[in-house]
């Protein structure tokens, strides 16, 4: 496995599996502008490598991300910028959510605000037993940032959503299962196997094709009518027939065999 660190993210890659970590250990994996542009660009270039079929998310040492660094919002607070500028790097903080590749967080340790956005925004998440969680905006003065109040809500429901955004409280990973936010919860020790174990069966078993477009109906049907999403789910199928994947599918679940489905590059 190979592996490079760029502005507090390590980014390497294990066969079809990529992980990117959040690695800043002084400052506990809190996250500036840097770190979060190159957060977008690592899972940016995963989706773009025809090697790469699952990423894991996951932060080194006791914390997932705690959030943005507080000591930029202390220098935000003294001199606002300007409204209206543009401000797109939201873009970076969701890339989970828009990558066509699965992507997999595994929450180590304290996850909250920012961290908190990034985990929401990826496919399936695992937390290490004991792990915490906060939205933490509302205890800072902020509000709901980067989509957290349309993520969080499909994930949880409107009740829960709304007790963990309005009240900043702090949660635990048990809670967090409870709640329907996390899908496993695995002992600290065998996290990273867990996520890596899980990741690789996507890469394995399952198109990247398949899953690429997947994302994009969970994105664009959730807004959909039953009957509207039906038939746009209809047309993806009908247009699936023609293409390698099912051959292939058919192939090696005839054969007994793993499939060997082609990559299915970035648009």
Partial sequence: MTESIVDGVRYGRDGAVATVTFDKPERSNAMDVPMQARYGAALREADADPEVRAVVVTGAGRAFCPGADLGLLDGIAAAPPAAGGGHENFRDVLAAATVGVPVVAAINGGCAGLGFVIACAADVRFAAAGAKFTTAFARRGLIAEYGIAKLLPELVGQGRARDL???GRTFTAEQALDYGLVQEIVPPGELSLRAQAYATE???????????????QFAREAALSLQDSAREATALMIDSFGRPELAEGLASWNERRIPKFPPHPAD
Wanted: aromatic share 6%.
């Fill in 202 to 216: 996507l890469a394995t078993y399952s198109a990247p094709r398949s899953m690429a477009v997947m994302k994009q």
């Fill in 165 to 167: 955004l309005l009240s």
